[in-house]
């Protein structure tokens, strides 16, 4: 069984700042890639910021310059920290995990695995 749950989520007013985590839990080897994406009502999924094993970091246009990702691969968990929020960057927020091999849970093999999500509200 792998687990990805996510916290830090919450309601901040706008210029405010949060910092959302997300530990991978269970039968892990290693991850590979880990990231955050989100999901605004009436909207798609849309990526956030990913990083590598080895640290390089990739951000989507719209949070460059406020939002940094981090991770500790010794505890398989990474980092969100939001700065500068906006009342647009409200949406659920999804931590993505890719392994670095197939993993076996729930009745079937996993490349990669998704958290439960977690509310973040900005008000104007």
């Known amino acids: 069984q792998v687990q990805l749950v996510e916290s830090g989520g919450g309601l901040v007013q706008a210029g405010g700042s949060l910092r959302l985590s997300c530990a991978a839990s269970?039968?892990?080897?290693?991850?590979?890639?880990m990231g955050w994406y989100r999901q605004a009502p009436g909207k798609q999924r849309e990526l956030v910021a990913t990083i590598t094993s080895g640290g390089s970091t990739n951000y989507a246009d719209s949070v460059k310059g406020r939002f940094t990702i981090s991770r500790d691969s010794a505890k398989n968990t990474v980092y969100l920290q939001m700065n500068k929020l906006k009342p647009e960057d409200t949406a659920v927020y999804y931590c993505?995990?890719?392994?670095?091999?197939?993993?076996?849970?729930?009745?079937?093999?996993?490349?990669?695995?998704w958290g439960q999500g977690t509310q973040v509200t900005v008000s104007s």
């Open positions: 993505h995990a890719e392994f670095s091999a197939l993993i076996y849970y729930n009745g079937a093999y996993h490349r990669a695995d």
């Open positions: 269970g039968s892990i080897f290693s991850i590979n890639d």
